[in-house]
């Protein structure tokens, strides 16, 4: 079990996900360089975060929930809870009857082929029943690109994937140390390549390679 002091943000889980050098970039180095792509997604979510609460008939909408687990040592924030009325739930405020937490995700893209999103949206549904103390079966995932919502199932591996990620990543906090760059496809589409330089920071052998290059070998 974690404490509040060593709580990691959920977004690193993402991030490992796609590169452990990106997310140790990101979350220990502290670099951050800001393109398009980032600044849309930021931009959406601020959107999303800055409506206010929304009633409608059996649902009740909270956005931008703070959450934490101390289980998997991680906070955030969900952008989207839906409390939808149900048969079982929890009881809400000011409010008759139980009702079901249904976190949502908004994303500014499409949906992937990696699970980067199912797991930051699988440990917000983690958070939540650690907090509101209930069982969450399902959460949603919003797409702009094209609109869509998917539903997703919190099955036991895609749990057990959570965890073992949440380690991995407080183990990488632990050592810190940022795993060496290894040039792929992926690297040229994202928002960290200038500061990863994966052609050059990758191998010893691309560092030399640099040096001579720049005229600093001896
Ligand atoms: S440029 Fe490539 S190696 Fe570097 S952080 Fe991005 S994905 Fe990882």
């Known amino acids: 079990m974690h404490t509040e002091d060593d709580l ?4 690193a889980l993402q991030h490992l996900v796609f590169c452990p050098r990106q997310c140790a970039l990101i979350h220990i180095e502290q670099v951050w360089t800001e393109n398009l792509f980032t600044a849309e997604g930021r931009g959406l979510h601020e959107k999303v975060h800055g409506t206010d609460a929304e009633s409608r008939p059996g649902v009740r909408i909270v956005r931008g929930l703070r959450v934490r687990s101390l289980e998997l040592g991680l906070v955030g924030q969900v952008d989207v809870v839906e409390f939808q009325q149900a048969e079982s739930g929890i009881r809400l405020q000011n409010e008759t009857g139980l009702w079901q937490p249904l976190p949502v995700e908004y ?4 949906s992937k082929i990696s699970d980067c999103d199912r797991v930051q949206l699988c440990a917000q549904a983690i958070c939540l029943e650690e907090m509101l103390d209930s069982e969450i079966e399902y959460g949603a995932i919003f797409y702009g690109r094209p609109r869509r919502r998917e539903q997703v199932k919190l099955s036991t591996s895609l749990r057990d994937k959570t965890s073992s990620l949440a380690r991995k990543l407080h183990d990488l906090y ?3 140390t940022t795993p060496k760059a290894s040039h792929q496809k992926k690297c ?6 200038e500061s990863c330089m994966p052609s050059i920071t990758g191998t010893k052998k691309d560092i030399e390679h640099y040096l001579a290059k720049a005229g ?3």
Not at 8 to 11: E, G, L, N
Not at 107 to 110: A, F, I, L, V
Not at 188 to 193: A, C, F, M, V
């Open 8 to 11: 990691i943000p959920i977004s």
């Open 174 to 176: 632990a050592t810190r």
């Open 107 to 110: 994303k500014r893209g499409r």
């Open 188 to 193: 040229q589409s994202r928002s960290l390549l």
């Open 216 to 218: 600093m070998d001896e």
